[in-house]
T-cell receptor, first 113, second 113 residues
Framework: ETGVTQSPTHLIKTRGQQVTLRCSSQ?????VSWYQQALGQGPQFIFQ???????GRGNFPPRFSGLQFPNYSSELNVNALELDDSALYLC????????????FGPGTRLTVL | AQSVAQPEDQVNVAEGNPLTVKCTYS??????LFWYVQYPNRGLQFLLK??????LVKGSYGFEAEFNKSQTSFHLKKPSALVSDSALYFC???????????FGSGTRLQVQP
């Protein structure tokens, strides 16, 4: 176990709704990254937060947004859900340099109907 | 832009035989390379990484990987496969600009008893 936790485990939403996913980072880590893993694909980088600021972003539209809190936990918010948003959402915690290992949580499975 | 290729969708090996899972990469600067394993309905577990130094990197569960700069490869190896090694394996490269990991498409390893 990595010490990274995510909630909820599973979630079902309908198209157009909004969703919030949560992640608690491993003790001692100050950086959280979020990834989307569609079925049969490798994880795709959404964004990263360091000390409550967005530190990097992948090719995802602005309806994907996030927050990081003073205790380094994080939220991923997705507005106006689309069917293609159905995926496993993974968060990873690390220190703030790219050579540090990112440790992943178990993920949240989002299904959009 | 950096990228990772995992040319084999699936690798089949008999228990007790050596295994190799292939990975090639493309980066503009220094390569920071990682291997992760994913079991069904689980997040990603870190196996090993190459940052600098010895080309042969040893990791968890008896896995190792060989970094080859001239061939831009980072193949994952294990001398003797176990049935419990059956899982989905991902190679990733660190993106110093976005501070993200870029993943390959994954290789499913099937170890037959």
């Amino acid at each position: 176990e990595t010490g990274v936790t995510q909630s909820p485990t599973h979630l079902i939403k309908t198209r157009g709704q909004q969703v919030t996913l949560r992640c608690s980072s491993q003790s001692g880590h100050n950086t959280v990254s979020w990834y989307q893993q569609a079925l049969g694909q490798g994880p795709q980088f959404i964004f990263q937060y360091y000390r409550e600021e967005e530190n990097g972003r992948g090719n995802f539209p602005p309806r994907f947004s996030g927050l990081q809190f003073p205790n380094y936990s994080s939220e991923l918010n997705v507005n106006a859900l689309e069917l293609d948003d159905s995926a496993l959402y993974l968060c990873a915690s690390s220190m703030d340099y790219i050579t540090d290992t990112q440790y992943f949580g178990p993920g949240t499975r989002l299904t959009v109907l | 832009a950096q990228s990772v290729a995992q040319p084999e969708d699936q690798v089949n090996v008999a228990e007790g035989n050596p295994l190799t899972v292939k990975c090639t990469y493309s980066v503009s600067g220094n390569p920071y390379l990682f291997w992760y394993v994913q079991y069904p309905n689980r997040g990603l577990q870190f196996l090993l990484k190459y940052i600098t130094g010895d080309n042969l990197v040893k990791g968890s569960y008896g896995f190792e990987a060989e970094f080859n700069k001239s061939q831009t490869s980072f193949h994952l190896k294990k001398p003797s496969a176990l049935v419990s090694d059956s899982a989905l394996y991902f190679c990733a490269v660190g993106d110093t600009g976005r501070r993200a990991l870029t993943f390959g498409s994954g290789t499913r390893l099937q170890v037959q008893p």
